[in-house]
C-alpha cells in the first residue's frame, strides 16, 4: 500500500479526514434510512420515531418515499385519497432538522408505475404515458405472467410526461425544503418497448440514462442533487446478480454514460456483493444499501468502512455510506421496531428476520466506529 494512502487510513481511523470530522462522519458521511412516508395519522409517532431513535443512532439522512402522498396543488389530480399536508410536512423537517437529519423526499419515475393489480396514480389519470398501454392489469396478478409484467413504465419519449412529473418534483422538493431528491428508477423492465411508437428500435440503455439525465438536469438547475437505485446500471450476467438486483435487458452499459454527480443507492439483500467499487471505479458515488438480513447488514458495514480506509484518495471519497431500505408503510415497520427485543431477535434459518431487527443491527455495528 502506498505510504500516503496509510498515513490516510491512519487519520480516518483516529482523528476524521478533516478538521473537526468526527470519525464516524469520515468513515459513513451518509448513514441513512428509507421508509415510505407515513400518513397524516401517523405524523406525530413518526416524530417521535426520528427524536428518539433515529437521532441518539445517528442516523443523518432519511428517505421518505412520498409518491402521490402529498396534497399536490400542481396536480390535485395525482393525490392519494388521504395525503399529507403541508403542516405535515413541515412537522416531519422540522423534527428532521433539529436532529440533524436530512429529508430526501422521493416519487418513482419512469418505472414501479403499477404494483400487482394496481395501476398507480400517474398512468391512471393519464394512461396516455404508458410504456405499454397493451398490457392489461390483471385482476389477479401472479409472477411470471405471459405479459411479463412486473411494473408499468411510463414513456421516456412522451412528450408530455415530464411536464407533469417535474411539476410534482418541484413541489414536493419545496416542501421539504430538501437540496436532493431521489427518483427511484429501479427494476425498469418496460423500456424501449417494441410496440411503442417513440421507444421502439432505440438503444435501450441510451433511454435509460436520458431519462436518468433530463432528471438530473432538471434538479441541478435548481441547485439540488439526484439520488437513484443502482440495479439497472449492473450487468446481471456478468456479475450473476441476475435481473432484479442487475439488469437483463440492457440498460447496464448506462453506467457509462449517466452523469457522475448522479448518487447511486446500491441495495443488495441477500448476499454483501460488493458491486459498490464498481460504481466508485466509474467515477459514481455510492451508498451501500441493507434490508432484512442482519448479517448481511454487518458485513456490509464492515465493507464500507474498508472501502473508505483502503482505497485510493481519488476512490475513497465515492463511497458515502450505509442505508437501511424498508419496504412497507410506516405503521408496520413501527409495531414490529417497538415490539421487537434486539436482544433476542427473532430470524430464521436463512438468516431473514423483520427489517426492524436488521436497522437495529446496522446502526449498532455502525455506531462501533465512534
Given at each position: 500500500m502506498h505510504i500516503k494512502w496509510i498515513l490516510a487510513a491512519i487519520v480516518c481511523l483516529c482523528f476524521g479526514t478533516v478538521a473537526g470530522q468526527s470519525k464516524l462522519d469520515s468513515l459513513f458521511p451518509v448513514r441513512a434510512l428509507a421508509i415510505a412516508a407515513p400518513t397524516p395519522q401517523n405524523v406525530d409517532s413518526f416524530v417521535?420515531?426520528?427524536?428518539?431513535?433515529?437521532?441518539?443512532?445517528?442516523?443523518?439522512?432519511?428517505?421518505?418515499?412520498?409518491?402521490?402522498?402529498?396534497?399536490?396543488?400542481?396536480?390535485?389530480?395525482?393525490?392519494?385519497?388521504?395525503?399529507?399536508?403541508?403542516?405535515?410536512?413541515?412537522?416531519?423537517?422540522?423534527?428532521?432538522?433539529?436532529?440533524?437529519?436530512?429529508?430526501?423526499?422521493?416519487?418513482?419515475?419512469?418505472?414501479?408505475?403499477?404494483?400487482?393489480?394496481?395501476?398507480?396514480?400517474?398512468?391512471?389519470?393519464?394512461?396516455?404515458?404508458?410504456?405499454?398501454?397493451?398490457?392489461?392489469?390483471?385482476?389477479?396478478?401472479?409472477?411470471?405472467?405471459?405479459?411479463?409484467?412486473?411494473?408499468?413504465?411510463?414513456c421516456p419519449l412522451h412528450p408530455d410526461v415530464h411536464k407533469i412529473v417535474f411539476d410534482l418534483v418541484d413541489e414536493i422538493c419545496t416542501a421539504f425544503d430538501a437540496t436532493a431528491f431521489h427518483a427511484g428508477m429501479d427494476e425498469v423492465f418496460y423500456i424501449g418497448d417494441s410496440k411503442c411508437p417513440r421507444c421502439k428500435g432505440k438503444d435501450k440503455a441510451v433511454l435509460y440514462a436520458d431519462e436518468v439525465k433530463r432528471v438530473r438536469d432538471h434538479l441541478a438547475a435548481k441547485g439540488k442533487k439526484l439520488w437513484i437505485w443502482g440495479d439497472r446500471l449492473l450487468d446481471g450476467h456478468s456479475t450473476g446478480l441476475g435481473g432484479w438486483e442487475a439488469s437483463f435487458n440492457g440498460t447496464w452499459p448506462a453506467i457509462d454514460l449517466i452523469p457522475k454527480d448522479v448518487v447511486i443507492c446500491d441495495w443488495h439483500y441477500e448476499r454483501p456483493d460488493k458491486s459498490a467499487v464498481l460504481f466508485a471505479a466509474k467515477g459514481l458515488s455510492v451508498i451501500t444499501c441493507s434490508w432484512n438480513r442482519p448479517a448481511v447488514a454487518e458485513q456490509q458495514v464492515k465493507d464500507m468502512a474498508n472501502f473508505r480506509i483502503g482505497s485510493s484518495p481519488e476512490m475513497s471519497g465515492r463511497f458515502l455510506g450505509m442505508m437501511e431500505t424498508v419496504w412497507s408503510p410506516v405503521t408496520p415497520f413501527l409495531h414490529a421496531y417497538y415490539k421487537d427485543d434486539p436482544a433476542h431477535p427473532v430470524i430464521n434459518e436463512k438468516g431473514i428476520s423483520n427489517p426492524s431487527t436488521t436497522f437495529r443491527k446496522m446502526f449498532d455495528a455502525i455506531l462501533q466506529y465512534q
Open positions: 417521535v420515531f426520528i427524536q428518539q431513535e433515529l437521532v441518539p443512532r445517528k442516523v443523518n439522512t432519511l428517505i421518505l418515499r412520498v409518491d402521490f402522498n402529498y396534497q399536490y396543488k400542481s396536480h390535485p389530480e395525482l393525490r392519494d385519497n388521504n395525503p399529507l399536508t403541508e403542516k405535515d410536512v413541515r412537522k416531519l423537517t422540522a423534527a428532521a432538522k433539529a436532529g440533524g437529519i436530512n429529508i430526501i423526499p422521493q416519487i418513482n419515475l419512469l418505472g414501479h408505475q403499477s404494483w400487482a393489480a394496481e395501476t398507480y396514480n400517474l398512468l391512471a389519470v393519464y394512461p396516455q404515458f404508458d410504456e405499454t398501454p397493451w398490457v392489461k392489469m390483471p385482476a389477479k396478478y401472479v409472477w411470471p405472467n405471459t405479459d411479463s409484467l412486473y411494473c408499468k413504465s411510463y
